[in-house]
Antibody, heavy 127, light 107 residues
Framework: QLQLQESGPGLVKPSETLSLTCTVS??????????WGWIRQPPGKGLEWIGS???????YYNPSLKSRVTISVDTSKNQFSLKLSSVTAADTAVYYC???????????????????WGQGTLVTVSS | EIVMTQSPATLSVSPGERATLSCRAS??????LAWYQQKPGQAPRLLIY???TRATGIPARFSGSGSGTEFTLTISSLQSEDFAVYYC?????????FGQGTRLEIK
């Protein structure tokens, strides 16, 4: 059974960089069938897709966050990571990692749904 | 960016009754729509993908329908464990976007 687990600091100071890692167990991150994504949820609010990565290192970011986001993958550790720079209080949220289905036609590949998700980790931005 | 609008924001239904939740896309997403259930303090759980296909292990009382811009999640005969927040997500266009959620509460 595939499991994902987020880890990283729960408190980050304004203007600094938020760094989280997602460890995948029970399956390989190096599968051609999936992307690996980050999604966040501010307290009491809805879900926002941050970005996704393929095991080869190809990345896809939400345009609203693209200038501040870096997602990377370490296949040797079965992990992928998120860095969000220049954080403000608006970046306070529960951050989830998730496996994302990947569908490929003869010409292109597409993002699909997220399943399963990690349990999430709350990151608070405060001085 | 495609905007997903869910209605109502809150739905009050009695156990054993049927609940119907709606999700509307600002432009066609074909059948590239998923539904998730989220309980307090938990991660979202995939219920439906492809607008109408139940995910593994999801009870048959959950059903999805629709295509294009109008979608419905129906929960027949509500059980106590079904009271939660439900989100729709489109994956037809990049970037992926979610609806704001519908809270299903006990009447």
């Amino acid at each position: 059974q595939l499991q994902l687990q987020e880890s990283g600091p729960g408190l980050v100071k304004p203007s600094e960089t938020l760094s989280l890692t997602c460890t995948v167990s029970g399956g390989s991150i190096s599968s051609s069938s999936y992307y690996w994504g980050w999604i966040r949820q501010p307290p009491g609010k809805g879900l926002e897709w941050i970005g996704s990565i393929y095991y080869s290192g190809s990345t896809y970011y939400n345009p609203s966050l693209k200038s501040r986001v870096t997602i990377s993958v370490d296949t040797s550790k079965n992990q992928f990571s998120l860095k969000l720079s220049s954080v403000t209080a608006a970046d306070t949220a529960v951050y989830y990692c998730a496996r994302e289905e990947r569908y490929c036609s003869s010409t292109s590949c597409y993002f699909d749904w997220f399943d399963p998700w990690g349990q999430g980790t709350l990151v608070t931005v405060s001085s | 960016e495609i905007v997903m609008t869910q209605s109502p924001a809150t739905l009050s239904v009695s156990p054993g009754e049927r609940a119907t939740l709606s999700c509307r896309a600002s432009q066609s997403v074909s059948s590239n729509l998923a539904w998730y259930q989220q309980k307090p303090g938990q991660a979202p759980r995939l219920l439906i993908y492809g607008a109408s296909t139940r995910a593994t292990g999801i009870p048959a009382r959950f059903s999805g329908s629709g295509s294009g811009t109008e979608f419905t999640l129906t929960i027949s005969s509500l059980q106590s464990e079904d009271f939660a927040v439900y989100y729709c997500q489109q994956y037809n266009n990049w970037p992926i976007t979610f609806g704001q959620g519908t809270r299903l509460e006990i009447k």
